[in-house]
T-cell receptor, first 114, second 114 residues
């Protein structure tokens, strides 16, 4: 069974440019998460989807970040415009939902903003 | 509110020695607790989880953790370290009405000396 797929794996852009990350969760997982991981720190939740509905986006900086999960499967996270401080790893995870279920993580997208 | 504190950002052990990574949590509701491992340039992989069943939880690769409610701890141990155990380890908590949102600690980098 394929795991969580993310692309691209690495992205280097100049500040003020837009960037987008794509995630394909494990088949059948209705819950999808985007986490931000800064260097030397644990991941922090940006947004959680239940099917196609964003049910927790309280930590998403909505002035420059946006996300969508059309048809409740794949998801895209966008930053426009990117700032130097956005340099980090963006992790996507999926699960069957609920607090006790395992979240399966993708390899992440490492973003460098110059 | 929930939080996790991992004591020691870096732990170094000799091959064959005991591994002990410390995790303390704070939660106003019965917690679910997780240990994840992250190898360089990879996503997070679940080692083990506590979901209110047995307090001593066994995971993959010989790791185990014991849930101690009185001490609000969930320390990770392995009797004998192997070179391949060198990685970043994250403790995380979820529960209540957070919908599976994981709150991660800062992480502990484990080094294994030959």
């Amino acid at each position: 069974e394929a795991g969580v797929v993310q692309s691209p794996r690495y992205k280097i852009i100049e500040k003020k440019q837009p960037v987008a990350f794509w995630c394909n969760p494990i088949s059948g997982h209705n819950t999808l998460y985007w986490y931000l991981q800064n260097l030397g720190q644990g991941p922090e939740l940006l947004i959680r989807y239940e099917n196609e509905e964003a049910v927790d986006d309280s930590q998403l900086p909505k002035d420059r970040f946006s996300a969508e999960r059309l048809k409740g499967v794949d998801s895209t996270l966008k930053i426009q415009p990117a700032e130097l401080g956005d340099s980090a790893v963006y992790l996507c995870a999926s699960s069957l939902g609920g607090a006790g279920n395992e979240q399966f993580f993708g390899p992440g997208t490492r973003l460098t903003v110059l | 509110a929930q939080s996790v504190t991992q004591l020691g950002s870096h732990v170094s052990v000799s091959e064959g020695a005991l591994v002990l990574l410390r995790c303390n949590y704070s939660s106003s509701v019965p917690p679910y607790l997780f240990w994840y491992v992250q190898y360089p340039n990879q996503g997070l992989q679940l080692l083990l989880k506590y979901t209110s069943a047995a307090t001593l939880v066994k995971g993959i690769n010989g790791f185990e953790a014991e849930f101690k409610k009185s001490e609000t701890s969930f320390h990770l141990t392995k009797p004998s370290a192997h070179m391949s155990d060198a990685a970043e380890y994250f403790c995380a908590v979820s529960g209540g009405n957070q919908g599976g949102k994981l709150i991660f600690g800062q992480g502990t980098e484990l080094s294994v000396k030959p």
